[in-house]
């Protein structure tokens, strides 16, 4: 886990839902990336003194999230990796749940599960949908869209040696982890399971450079198809700095991204205002269109595989 400017209340609560799992054998390694947050500091000691399984590690100077996740990573120990953000909370019984899974999917190196999306004050806000368990449908699946929730990861610790940790891809450097464990021969799973309440800030990666993540998440399917078509990438993580972000679209795509977030809300309780707000989201936004296209193309997707199964 990383931690950079989170509210003090959600580290405390993310750093105990770890210690609190029912799994009790486990290491929880901690970077803070802000070394003159002495308030995160103290609060991420005072776990330490009451837990020895907490591994601390504070960087001399900012050096962002991947550069502290690579960091993190040389620390480990354990056979199994799990990753967690310094504002989610994990269920109790996460670990020992995606434990029993890779058990008995040996095959298997690298699991997903399902999040409860919260607000910011801890309110549910919706569920994220079933997510495709076939490695043949996870595969194609991420094609279109990147639907395993980072803070859910669960994966052997081979899975790191194979693709030699994240590389710098500011706001899709978990895609491109994800797509290059599968060009690397790591089998994805997923489980339908609940594991982890997901906070939705009003700021965050996510959301300030939302234009930047799609078209930055478009360069790393594009590198994981040449590396499938060509046996290497035409394009490389140093294009990216190619990609010019129109800030006026960014913000027409950001406000129009918020619509279609909106939306969920009222999956059940107005269906017309639900299709108003994604309807006029569309409008909005060119960008919209196309992360929507992808958005639909991973529905037909899984709903063409569970017909084909049955």
């Not at 989610?88 to 670990?95: A, C, K, Q, T």
Request: proline share 1%; with cysteine; charged share 30%.
């Amino acid at each position: 886990m990383s931690v950079y400017n989170e509210k003090e209340k959600w580290l405390m609560e993310a750093i105990e839902s770890i210690l609190n799992q029912s799994y009790r054998s486990l290491e929880f390694i901690i970077i803070l990336d802000n070394p003159d947050n002495k308030k995160l500091e103290n609060i991420i000691k005072f776990y330490n003194k009451k837990d020895a399984r907490i591994r601390f590690f504070k960087n001399e100077k900012n050096i962002g999230l991947v550069r502290s996740l690579n960091k993190a990573l040389t620390y480990v120990k354990g056979d199994f990796i799990a990753r967690m953000d310094a504002d989610d909370i994990s269920l109790v019984s996460r670990i020992d749940k995606q434990i029993e899974y890779l058990g008995s999917h040996l095959d298997v190196d690298f699991m997903g599960a399902r999040c409860i999306n919260i607000d910011e004050d801890g309110k549910e806000l919706y569920r994220d949908e079933i997510m495709p368990v076939d490695m043949k449908l996870i595969k194609s699946c991420l094609l279109n869209v990147d639907f395993i929730n980072h803070p859910t990861w669960f994966f052997r610790k081979e899975c790191i040696d194979k693709n030699e940790g994240y590389r710098e891809i500011t706001c899709a450097e978990d895609y491109d982890f994800l797509l290059r464990l599968i060009t690397n021969g790591c089998k994805l799973g997923n489980t339908n399971e609940f594991l982890v309440r997901y906070r939705i800030r009003k700021s965050g990666i996510s959301k300030s450079n939302s234009l930047q993540q799609l078209l930055y998440s478009k360069h790393v399917v594009k590198m994981y198809k040449d590396r499938v078509k060509y046996g290497h990438e035409n394009e490389t993580v140093e294009d990216l700095k190619n990609i010019k972000i129109n800030m006026h679209e960014e913000k027409k795509y950001s406000l129009a991204l918020d619509g279609l977030t909106k939306s969920k809300l009222y999956k059940k309780k107005n269906q017309i205002y639900r299709i108003y707000l994604i309807l006029t989201s569309c409008m909005r936004s060119k960008y919209l269109r196309i992360l929507l296209t992808d958005i639909i193309f991973h529905k037909v997707k899984k709903v063409m595989y569970i017909k084909k199964a049955n």
